[in-house]
């Protein structure tokens, strides 16, 4: 059960340039245990949104089933939401992405969901570039149903009844760009001014984007020995470097030295500006990405941050040739042919 919002709020709630306060990216109350990761992610989602000054009936929210995938009812309520069957959110956003592109599309995902039962269907949607933000709120348990071990649970890392995963971990951002997404991300739930300008670049991204997200589960995994809980991520986060995302109407504040940022421009004048931590790290680089990722892995390290991005992405509709315009917009003119249009394709095919 969900429960609304009243909806007075103060006059003077800062605006954004379509005129909407970030209470206009809300949803109703959310029903997650107090202190989960998840919220903290769907309110990193409604603060890019905002900032983004996106209309909000241009976006449609999909998602699978677990806690993770509960979360869209709690944010961007005046959007257009799906939520799917365990695994299959994949499959069901690359059809919505297809039949119209004029939307944003935002794949909300568990481990469950995508690492394990949904593996299939989240390789495919990844390897075929479709133009979207998949976020996994990565937290290595299946929450929902009271804390089994997933495939993202780290080998040797402890359950809350004290049984020890033997079974090797899925890294699903080394798999996303091994399988060709074109913007990778990793963060953390309760690094707020680290994710919002990450879901910002992978919206403003026009291909796939995928941002696993580590999520602590208060409830069934945020024990000493497991390795999703909010004590071991701080402790083992390590940075890659650090996101501004520069629209045109920004002014750029700080003077940064040569060397120290690397710009990625997108096709609408927005930038992202990638400050570098790590000296070397070079995101357009993924070869040596996947490197340093499974370097660092080895140490026991969480790699977070821009991890990967390709400046000029190709998307589904564009390997495909698809119509510009949005099925529901085509004129009976382009989709009943008539008979000799028809002729003629099965001519051409003989
Ligand atoms: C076909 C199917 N199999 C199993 C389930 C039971 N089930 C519901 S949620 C879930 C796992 C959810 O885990 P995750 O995606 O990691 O989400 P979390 O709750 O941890 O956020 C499972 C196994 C289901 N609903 N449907
Ligand atoms: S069970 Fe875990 S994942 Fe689910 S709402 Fe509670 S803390 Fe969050
Ligand atoms: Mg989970």
Same mark, same amino acid.
């Given at each position: 059960?969900?429960?609304?919002?009243?909806?007075?709020?103060?006059?003077?709630?800062?605006?954004?340039?379509?005129?909407? @306060?970030?209470? $206009?990216?809300?949803?109703?109350?959310?029903? &997650?245990? /107090?202190?989960?990761?998840?919220? =903290?992610? *769907?309110?990193?989602?409604?603060?890019?949104?905002?900032?983004?000054?996106?209309?909000?009936?241009?976006?449609?929210?999909?998602?699978?089933?677990?806690?993770?995938?509960?979360?869209?009812?709690?944010?961007?309520?005046?959007?257009?939401?799906?939520?799917?069957?365990?695994?299959?959110?994949?499959?069901?956003?690359?059809?919505?992405?297809?039949?119209?592109?004029?939307?944003?599309?935002?794949?909300?995902?568990?481990?469950?969901?995508?690492?394990?039962?949904?593996?299939?269907?989240?390789?495919?949607?990844?390897?075929?570039?479709?133009?979207?933000?998949?976020?996994?709120?990565?937290?290595?348990?299946?929450?929902?149903?009271?804390?089994?071990?997933?495939?993202?649970?780290?080998?040797?890392?402890?359950?809350?009844?004290?049984?020890?995963?033997?079974? @090797?971990?899925? $890294?699903?951002?080394?798999?996303?760009?091994? &399988?060709? /997404?074109?913007?990778?991300?990793? =963060?953390? *739930?309760?690094?707020?001014?680290?994710?919002?300008?990450?879901?910002?670049?992978?919206?403003?991204?026009?291909?796939?984007?995928?941002?696993?997200?580590?999520?602590?589960?208060?409830?069934?995994?945020?024990?000493?020995?497991?390795?999703?809980?909010?004590?071991?991520?701080?402790?083992?986060?390590?940075?890659?470097?650090?996101?501004?995302?520069?629209?045109?109407?920004?002014?750029?504040?700080?003077?940064?030295?040569?060397?120290?940022?690397?710009?990625?421009?997108?096709?609408?004048?927005?930038?992202?500006?990638?400050?570098?931590?790590?000296?070397?790290?070079?995101?357009?680089?993924?070869?040596?990405?996947?490197?340093?990722?499974?370097?660092?892995?080895?140490?026991?390290?969480?790699?977070?941050?821009?991890?990967?991005?390709?400046?000029?992405?190709?998307?589904?509709?564009?390997?495909?040739?698809?119509?510009?315009?949005?099925?529901?917009?085509?004129?009976?003119?382009?989709?009943?042919?008539?008979?000799?249009?028809?002729?003629?394709?099965?001519?051409?095919?003989?």
């Amino acid at each position: 059960m969900s429960y609304f919002k009243p909806k007075l709020h103060h006059p003077k709630l800062p605006t954004n340039r379509l005129g909407f @306060t970030r209470r $206009d990216y809300e949803g109703p109350v959310s029903t &997650l245990c /107090a202190g989960c990761g998840h919220d =903290s992610i *769907s309110a990193a989602i409604i603060q890019a949104c905002f900032e983004l000054d996106i209309p909000p009936h241009k976006v449609a929210k999909l998602s699978g089933i677990g806690c993770s995938s509960k979360t869209p009812t709690y944010f961007l309520g005046n959007s257009h939401g799906f939520n799917s069957v365990h695994g299959r959110m994949p499959s069901v956003l690359t059809g919505a992405a297809l039949a119209n592109r004029d939307l944003i599309y935002l794949g909300v995902s568990g481990d469950g969901d995508s690492a394990s039962i949904g593996i299939g269907q989240f390789v495919h949607c990844v390897r075929r570039g479709v133009n979207m933000t998949y976020i996994v709120e990565n937290n290595g348990v299946y929450g929902l149903t009271k804390g089994q071990f997933s495939a993202t649970s780290d080998k040797g890392s402890k359950s809350k009844r004290g049984i020890i995963n033997t079974d @090797t971990p899925i $890294d699903l951002v080394a798999l996303a760009m091994q &399988l060709g /997404a074109t913007y990778v991300a990793r =963060s953390f *739930s309760g690094d707020k001014a680290q994710l919002v300008p990450l879901i910002k670049g992978a919206i403003l991204h026009r291909g796939a984007a995928f941002i696993d997200c580590l999520s602590p589960c208060i409830a069934f995994n945020n024990h000493a020995g497991s390795t999703k809980s909010f004590d071991h991520v701080r402790a083992h986060n390590e940075a890659v470097g650090f996101l501004d995302v520069i629209q045109e109407q920004d002014e750029i504040e700080v003077e940064y030295q040569a060397g120290e940022t690397i710009d990625v421009e997108h096709h609408d004048g927005s930038v992202l500006r990638f400050h570098k931590v790590a000296e070397t790290y070079d995101p357009r680089d993924r070869v040596a990405a996947m490197n340093y990722l499974e370097t660092r892995r080895a140490k026991g390290e969480i790699v977070t941050g821009l991890l990967y991005v390709d400046p000029n992405p190709v998307d589904l509709h564009t390997h495909l040739n698809s119509v510009g315009t949005p099925l529901n917009a085509l004129g009976d003119k382009v989709l009943v042919p008539g008979a000799a249009a028809l002729a003629r394709i099965n001519a051409s095919l003989r």
